[in-house]
């Protein structure tokens, strides 16, 4: 149970609805909202100039061993998840509107989460290295795959505008800092060994991104036509999205043999979406767009899967130390 309680599930979340709040009643317009809009990309390039830095080339390459792990774990992620969100597109518009909709495939784009999954993986006693390095490389390939993926399967949605400017700008506000980040890991070590101030530069970085984007869906009034059973459907279709990927990865790696511990990382990494690194690539990949309601079913998601995973992890937990306590002679019985 301590190991829950570091787990971001209430006070990360609580936040992001302050935000929204905050947003409601006090949205940024005019000059203010300018303001925001710079500070917001500068945040960003903060961000991924940090995930550059923290990845450490040697521990990923020697993780690569194990790479029918990794493998399985990438190709929930960026495979099976875009292939659902595609399949999900007969609910819009007649159970989600067409801006949710896009949010929803979006959700299925984006990488898995890192701190999260490799929390889980190690209350639910799998194997904590080799989800270190699933989680990892995820986010790693997810700056160069979300953006890609985003481009060739929701073009035709008329959500995202394909054009050189676009690609140069995500490759200026989110690549070029992660390639920078990579490039000063050396001096940057003062700022890696300090999670605190990690931790503020994402959940900062966050709570700017939503507090923008929910301040511009006021100010456009965007909301006003959004009903509550639209949201009510959208947490549903996130559920039962969660649903289908957990029975997924359960499967998938029974079917590749992999050992349980093994398994635990492919259900707990291959089963997340990332909100700290999906709302600000939202933000570059969408200008322009009600970028509040695309965002809205990955927040939503992301609360699912925490809570859905926590009772997961507990569970695999009791099942780990009954099985440690049963003498091997029993066992063998």
Same mark, same amino acid.
């Given at each position: 149970?301590?190991?829950?309680?570091?787990?971001?599930?209430?006070?990360?979340?609580?936040?992001?609805?302050?935000?929204?709040?905050?947003?409601?009643?006090?949205?940024?317009?005019?000059?203010?909202?300018?303001l925001?809009?710079?500070?917001?990309?500068?945040?960003?390039?903060?961000?991924?100039?940090l995930?550059?830095?923290?990845?450490?080339?040697?521990?990923?390459?020697?993780?690569?061993?194990?790479?029918?792990?990794?493998?399985?774990?990438?190709?929930?992620?960026?495979?099976?998840?875009?292939?659902?969100?595609?399949?999900?597109?007969?609910?819009?518009?007649?159970?989600?509107?067409?801006?949710?909709?896009?949010?929803?495939?979006?959700l299925?784009?984006?990488?898995?989460?890192?701190?999260?999954?490799?929390?889980?993986?190690?209350?639910?006693?799998?194997?904590?290295?080799?989800?270190?390095?699933?989680?990892?490389?995820?986010?790693?390939?997810?700056?160069?795959?979300?953006?890609?993926?985003?481009?060739?399967?929701?073009?035709?949605?008329?959500?995202?505008?394909?054009r050189?400017?676009?690609?140069?700008?995500?490759?200026?506000?989110?690549? +070029? @800092?992660?390639? !920078?980040?990579?490039?000063?890991?050396?001096?940057?070590?003062? $700022? /890696?060994?300090?999670? *605190?101030?990690? #931790?503020?530069?994402?959940?900062?970085?966050?709570?700017?991104?939503?507090?923008?984007?929910?301040?511009?869906g006021?100010?456009?009034?965007?909301?006003?036509?959004?009903p509550?059973?639209?949201?009510?459907a959208?947490?549903?279709?996130?559920?039962?999205?969660?649903?289908?990927?957990?029975?997924?990865?359960t499967?998938?790696?029974?079917l590749?043999?992999?050992?349980?511990?093994?398994?635990?990382?492919?259900?707990?990494?291959?089963?997340?979406?990332?909100?700290?690194?999906?709302?600000?690539?939202?933000?570059?990949?969408?200008?322009?767009?009600?970028?509040?309601?695309?965002? +809205? @079913?990955?927040? !939503?998601?992301?609360?699912?899967q925490?809570?859905?995973?926590? $009772? /997961?992890?507990?569970? *695999?937990?009791? #099942?780990?130390?009954?099985?440690?306590?049963?003498?091997?002679?029993?066992?063998?019985?």
């Open positions: 149970m301590k190991r829950l309680s570091a787990l971001p599930i209430d006070g990360f979340m609580l936040g992001i609805l302050a935000c929204v709040g905050l947003a409601s009643v006090f949205p940024a317009r005019g000059e203010v909202a300018d925001l809009g710079w500070a917001t990309r500068i945040a960003i390039a903060v961000l991924f100039l995930y550059g830095a923290r990845l450490e080339p040697r521990e990923a390459l020697a993780g690569l061993r194990h790479w029918r792990l990794h493998l399985a774990v990438l190709s929930v992620t960026f495979v099976v998840f875009p292939v659902l969100g595609l399949a999900l597109r007969i609910l819009a518009p007649s159970v989600l509107t067409q801006d949710l909709y896009t949010g929803v495939l979006f299925c784009l984006v990488p898995s989460t890192v701190q999260s999954s490799i929390a889980f993986t190690s209350i639910a006693r799998g194997n904590v290295a080799g989800a270190v390095v699933s989680a990892s490389l995820s986010n790693l390939i997810g700056v160069f795959a979300t953006p890609l993926l985003v481009v060739l399967l929701m073009s035709t949605t008329g959500k995202v505008e394909v050189a400017s676009t690609v140069l700008f995500i490759m200026v506000q989110l690549l +070029l @800092p992660f390639v !920078i980040g990579q490039l000063l890991r050396p001096r940057l070590g003062w $700022v /890696l060994r300090r999670p *605190a101030v990690l #931790r503020s530069v994402d959940r900062g970085s966050v709570f700017l991104v939503v507090y923008a984007a929910f301040s511009a006021v100010a456009e009034h965007i909301w006003g036509g959004v509550p059973i639209r949201i009510v959208t947490a549903v279709v996130c559920a039962g999205l969660l649903a289908a990927v957990l029975t997924v990865t499967v998938l790696g029974k590749a043999g992999f050992t349980v511990a093994d398994r635990i990382v492919l259900v707990f990494c291959g089963s997340k979406k990332s909100l700290a690194t999906g709302l600000p690539m939202a933000s570059v990949l969408f200008a322009g767009q009600p970028v509040g309601l695309i965002v +809205l @079913p990955l927040m !939503i998601f992301h609360q699912v925490l809570l859905t995973c926590t $009772v /997961l992890a507990q569970r *695999a937990a009791r #099942r780990a130390e009954v099985t440690a306590s049963v003498p091997a002679a029993a066992l063998a019985v």
